[in-house]
């Protein structure tokens, strides 16, 4: 059952639907406790709920392991009218008859905590905030501190940058020439190929 599921209302980005949380991204999320729903009762309640047309929505994209529904559009005035039309909530009412609250948000956008792997020690942290500039605002940037447990506290090519998105962050990039890893909650997987997202490298 869905946990979570989103759908990210914003053009170029991912609409996400929540289910009784608070966000700071555009979202769906089906309650955890609910009946579990399946990706074509997602489609049929989108269409249903929403009222989206089939040209305005370029992709759905549904994060099993995360239990996440992301939507992308063609244009911002879609998201806009979502969220005006619900107020940023809607009914999900199961085949048993169960009613769950549907949160719609703006997704993955605001403040977050980015860990990036494969960050060499050479790799300045003004080189690190040129290649974020376009990603939004970097407000911090700190080594990842491995915990007590570990032996040997040495460097693990590992940072930790707090960020105030205004875009998502595509799961690899490079910094500085070296191929980095960026990651954080409700960041919609991208193609290590191309670093669109909608797909994977089947290479």
């Known amino acids: 059952m869905f946990t979570k599921c989103g759908v990210v209302l914003k053009q170029g980005k991912f609409c996400k639907i929540d289910h009784g949380r608070t966000t700071t991204y555009n979202g769906m999320y089906f309650d955890s406790i609910s009946p579990r729903i399946s990706a074509y009762e997602i489609h049929e309640w989108i269409h249903e709920q929403l009222h989206i047309s089939e040209p305005s929505l370029t992709m759905i994209q549904i994060d099993g392991i995360k239990r996440h529904v992301f939507l992308k559009f063609v244009d911002d005035i879609y998201i806009q009218n979502i969220l005006q039309s619900t107020n940023g909530s809607a009914e999900d009412r199961h085949v048993i008859g169960e009613i769950s609250i549907v949160r ?16 060499l020690p050479e790799v300045t942290e003004r080189s690190t905030r040129a290649a974020l500039a376009s990603y939004g605002e970097t407000v911090s940037i700190q080594d990842y501190i491995l915990p007590k447990a570990y032996r040997y506290k040495v460097a693990n090519e590992v940072k930790v940058i707090v960020m105030k998105l205004a875009k998502h962050i595509p799961s690899q990039m490079n910094i500085a020439g070296h191929r980095s890893l960026p990651s954080y909650e409700d960041q919609p997987v991208t193609c ?12």
Request: some cysteine; charged content about 20%; proline content about 0%.
């Open 104 to 119: 719609l948000e703006v997704a993955g956008m605001g403040m977050r905590r980015i860990r990036i792997a494969n960050l």
């Open 192 to 203: 290590q190929g191309c670093g669109d997202s909608g797909h994977i490298n089947q290479a």
